[in-house]
């Protein structure tokens, strides 16, 4: 008799409970829509297939709260009433991500006999077979860059206190001297001492595991193939993973005092400037002005340079498929050892490093005879700050000025060009607001072509001039990332941000993006300000 009670209670129970279930099921957590791509991946049988995965496609809200989950802005009033503004984000593709970025504000000191003025440094960093060398170097290569500046400016002998980073560049850098003619007025010596702090900072990093095997072994030992188990030592993993991983970088030094410009790029980031033009019909024109080259093997320079710079019978294989020796793209970054070492040299700190750890580094390019393939010494591109001092607001228009620069990773050229760039910061910059189709924009935004710069990436990943660019960011760096992933096209925009690693990779690459403009500030209060983004959610790291 119980059990018959039992029955219908049960029944009744369920029926009940299944419409609040199916509420809340649909209405109050709907299900997530999806959609699928198809990637390559080896099958069971070591061979290469084609397989499809099913991802989750998020919300409009959820891509925007991913785009500015890494924004920060920062803006600084310095000497003659001028407005330095930054703004940065960035985007992972890899995980984690792999790029890294950096800025510095060094104020000069009152006391100094040179003009008014500051150095404002700037870096962003690709990084690539892992995030150490763009990590250290978001450390270390502002204030290498002024520290060895510092080195000639002032006592080339001069002594390194146990002082932090930061303090000991301020310290060196503004020691006064009394030179005839300052060594920082000259361009070619700052290009000079920027090339040299890159290059001394990578031979550091190649050379870290050398130093510490050279300290755990004698000369007779090695002789014998007697290797010691460094797996241990305090800084075997952190030297041997930031010597083998490797990385891109850009910087840019603005120096104030001696009104130059200077942008250093090793490897295929790049840099780019947008000068406004004013026109008789009073809506003026942003030039563009590139100011780097992709440092790559389909880059002519760097062609006849790498194969200038080994025995002729490497001609051939040096560079193949534009990558050196087949494998690397970029044919200038930091670390990536495996291009740098010799070969026996290789096989050595393996077995002292990676071996006692169960692992194993990749084995050196088959093609690898005379070592090193890759460099780390920059480009230098100059230009005069013109637009310094501010002229007095009554006076006639200047002439071009320069009013803002671009540093980014490879990530964002892979998706614009340099002309939508410029056309998109421009309009940003102007106000514009809401969706924008693509056809509209030159007539909104004018633009004209300076320097070209070289184009050496292997594919254009670039979308086709249909569509709408879409301006609702205040933060101008993650406005170009949106744009870059689909602007006004929310569906494309919403599938590319929601490909998650490792898949997004085969899509789209890190992204990262600074972008540093100045205003006329003079009827502003004159003092130093820090603001962060609304959209940011980390705090600053930086002054600027």
């Not at 000497?79 to 703004?87: C, D, E, F, P």
């Not at 290569?141 to 520290?147: D, F, N, S």
């Not at 070619?188 to 095997?213: C, G, H």
């Not at 006639?396 to 910061?425: C, H, I, M, Q, Y």
Request: aromatic share 6%; proline share 8%.
């Amino acid at each position: 008799m119980l059990r018959r009670a039992w029955k219908p209670v049960v029944g009744t129970s369920v029926l009940v409970g299944a419409p609040s279930y199916v509420y809340y099921r649909y209405y109050l957590n709907p299900p997530r829509d999806t959609f699928n791509i198809s990637v390559k991946a080896t099958g069971p049988d070591g061979k290469r297939q084609v397989v499809t995965h099913t991802i989750p496609l998020l919300s409009k809200d959820e891509v925007d709260a991913r785009l500015r989950e890494h924004a920060s802005a920062h803006s600084v009033m310095r000497h003659g009433g001028i407005v330095w503004r930054s703004a940065t984000a960035r985007l992972a593709s890899n995980d984690p991500i792999e790029d890294a970025n950096a800025s510095l504000l060094i104020e000069r000191d009152a006391s100094d006999t040179s003009p008014p003025g500051d150095y404002l440094f700037f870096a962003v960093m690709d990084g690539h077979g892992g995030p150490h060398t763009s990590r250290v170097l978001s450390d270390v290569l502002i204030p290498t860059v002024a520290m060895e500046l510092a080195s000639r400016i002032n006592d080339p002998k001069a002594g390194q206190s146990d002082a932090g980073l930061v303090s000991k560049v301020k310290s060196l850098v503004w020691r006064t001297s009394s030179p005839s003619v300052p060594y920082d007025s000259n361009s070619e010596n700052v290009a000079r001492a920027i090339e040299a702090a890159f290059t001394k900072l990578d031979a550091q990093i190649v050379n870290a595991p050398l130093e510490i095997l050279s300290h755990a072994v004698d000369p007779e030992a090695l002789k014998k193939k007697v290797i010691p188990d460094l797996s241990q030592h305090p800084l075997a993993e952190s030297s041997i993973r930031t010597a083998l991983s490797g990385s891109c970088a850009l910087l840019a030094m603005l120096d104030t005092s001696n009104r130059n410009m200077y942008v250093a790029c090793t490897g295929d980031s790049r840099a780019v400037a947008g000068v406004y033009e004013e026109t008789e019909d009073g809506k003026g024109v942003w030039r563009v002005e590139v100011l780097t080259e992709d440092q790559t093997g389909r880059n002519p320079n760097e062609l006849k340079r790498i194969q200038s710079e080994h025995p002729a019978d490497e001609a051939q294989t040096v560079v193949k498929n534009g990558r050196m020796l087949g494998g690397l793209e970029p044919s200038r970054a930091f670390g990536d050892a495996r291009y740098k070492w010799p070969r026996e040299v290789q096989e050595v700190l393996n077995k002292a490093f990676m071996e006692p750890r169960g692992e194993a580094m990749r084995p050196p390019p088959s093609t690898l005879k005379t070592p090193p393939y890759v460099i780390a010494t920059p480009v230098v591109t100059h230009r005069p700050l013109s637009f310094l001092p501010l002229s007095d607001p009554s006076a006639p228009k200047p002439g071009p000025t320069l009013r803002f620069l671009v540093l980014a990773t490879d990530g964002l050229w892979d998706e614009l060009s340099n002309e939508e760039v410029v056309a998109l910061v421009g309009g940003h910059l102007a106000g514009l607001r809401g969706t924008v189709p693509k056809a509209d924009l030159p007539g909104l935004v004018r633009t004209s072509v300076g320097a070209a710069g070289v184009d050496g990436k292997s594919k254009d990943h670039r979308r086709t001039v249909q569509g709408a660019w879409a301006f609702e960011d205040d933060n101008v760096g993650t406005h170009l990332i949106r744009n870059a992933l689909g602007g006004g096209d929310v569906e494309h925009l919403r599938q590319v941000a929601s490909i998650p690693a490792p898949y997004s990779r085969r899509f789209r690459d890190d992204i990262t993006v600074t972008v540093v403009w100045w205003e006329d500030g003079r009827e502003a209060q004159a003092k130093q300000v820090s603001i962060p983004s609304s959209q940011a959610r980390e705090p600053p790291k930086a002054k600027l």
